[in-house]
């Protein structure tokens, strides 16, 4: 395993920290970069066997995507993986507009060849399955199909209305799309069955209900990549982090991993800021308990204020000064933009005013950790995540310790030449991620995995 294993690039960047967390925790050492990096930070990390670039493409348009994905894609094909993956929300959600995967795949054929894709969206890890091309993700103590689900239904942006994953692709590319549903992973002749898909398909959508599925489908894209005589893959693969749990279940079968990774302890810290642009419900709960159980100051700014140019600063300005009043008396702060889907303003769906609220945020944490020396800081919501860390000078981040409980939002360590942010211990946590006492379990750090949600 001396040679790069896996490149990938996330739509946003919680879900690239998530494809992060995968690989690292299973003892494959691996780098983000949160933008492309100078040839002397890439040296930095020449050792890694997996590296990511973090994106924003979820939150883009397909002129954007046409533009800068192509690219982002130009560098991890130079970069010489055996694999590269697109890694999108295990949700899938996504709109003809907005994010559009389809738009992604059109454009990653056309640097990596017209080989099929294949398409892995299941992670049961997370609790999302597909079986016979459909989508079903758990929220709290129940698995809904997706176009049903409680939140990811009423998406702001990208509600998810179409179940059949196919058929959501279809209203965003004209790309045929094979299937390989569950039934057929145990067929004996299941090689000979994917190559025929793959011979008439231009993508192939794998299904992955339970745990033996995956590892059957991570044989098939480890067996269908690139150079392998004799199979018709490509070399770009799009899903979830499903991918990753794939191929590491069939480089686990090989016995080429050297085993899970080792982490040093986390203490506690006295205080953490977190900012918040997430409308999920669940983020909204994970507010409220902080408020109510933890002591920690929570600070709802006006969305609609912060997301115009003329009231921003203001806006900024009075958020920064009461929590670091707060932050001075020893309490943790969250500023926040909306309290569930219901707080949400239709106004701000539009591109520019999604990413200004990211930068804002963004900016009112750097403001905190430059005034008061913070050591760990939280960012929640994907596309907030995505625009927040352009207002801080980091460049890469490796994983600092993965939270089992709540996997696919790690502790990442920040890599900076700026020695304030180097070494800044943050966690980008999606909006459907983690128990109520999350922010609080951050803070205290080695017991955050005392107990399982």
Sequence with gaps: MSELLLSYYGDDLTGSTDALEAL??????????TRRPSDEQRARFAHCQALGLAGTSRSESNDWMRRELKQAFHWLAQQGAELTHYKTCSTF??????????????????VFGDNPIPLVVGVPQMRRYTVFGELFAAYQDQVYRIDRHPVMARHPVTPMREADLRRHLAEQTALSIGLIAAPSLTRPDIDDHVDEVMATSSAVLFDVLEPHH??????????????????????????????????????????????????????SVDRIAVVSGSVSSTTARQIDWARQHANFHTIEVDARRLADPVSCQQVMASAVSEALEALNKGRSIIVHTAMGPDSHDDSLTAESSRHRLGKSLGEMLRRLVDDQGLSRVCVAGGDTSSHAIAALDIHALTVRLPLPDTPGSPLCQAHSDDPRYHALEVAFKGGQIGGDDYFERLRRGSHIADHEH
């Design 24 to 33: 690292a925790s299973h003892g494959v050492p691996s780098v983000l970069f």
């Design 93 to 110: 959600d996504s709109s003809p507009e907005v994010g559009s995967i389809g738009c992604a795949m059109e454009v990653g054929r056309s």
């Design 214 to 267: 995956q590892q059957a489908v991570g044989y098939q894209l480890w067996r269908t990549r690139p150079g392998v005589t004799g199979t018709s893959g490509g070399g770009l693969v799009v899903g979830s982090s499903g991918v990753e749990y794939a191929l590491l279940r069939e480089w686990q079968r090989q016995g080429t991993l050297a085993g899970p990774a080792a982490f040093a302890p986390l203490p």
